[in-house]
Nanobody, 125 residues
């Protein structure tokens, strides 16, 4: 089992910055992908940014140039640096991980997916 603990949300003014962190722990042989999603009431959860095990990064068009996803293997942490925040960035942000539990799972491409509890980001003046 894998646990993801997200933190760093809060209230920030438009144009400001926040940095989210997601600490992961548990039975992980290898990551396939780690990602940040966000969700607002009444809407589907949307992908914000991903980084795969090879370091390939993708962003939603709405955050390109403003948000940066990164990983620190030594600290078992994934970060989301959010700059130039807009009111529409207000959402609950979730950390997501797709992993292989064992080497045999990796060979068999048997992935497990995990979600952390969300952290609320509010962008308002």
């Amino acid at each position: 089992h894998v646990q993801l603990q997200a933190s760093g949300g809060g209230l920030v003014q438009p144009g400001g910055s926040l940095s989210l962190s997601c600490v992961y722990s548990g039975d992980i042989y290898k990551f396939n992908v780690v990602a940040w999603y966000r969700q607002t009431p009444g809407k589907q959860r949307e992908l914000v940014a991903t980084v795969d095990d090879g370091g390939l990064i993708n962003y939603a068009d709405s955050v390109k140039g403003r948000f940066t996803i990164s990983r620190d293997h030594a600290k078992n942490t994934v970060y989301l640096q959010m700059n130039s925040l807009k009111s529409w960035d207000t959402a609950v942000y979730y950390c997501y991980a797709e992993t292989y539990t064992t080497y045999e799972d990796y060979l068999g491409r048997r992935k497990m997916d995990y979600w952390g509890k969300g952290t609320l980001v509010t962008v308002s003046s």
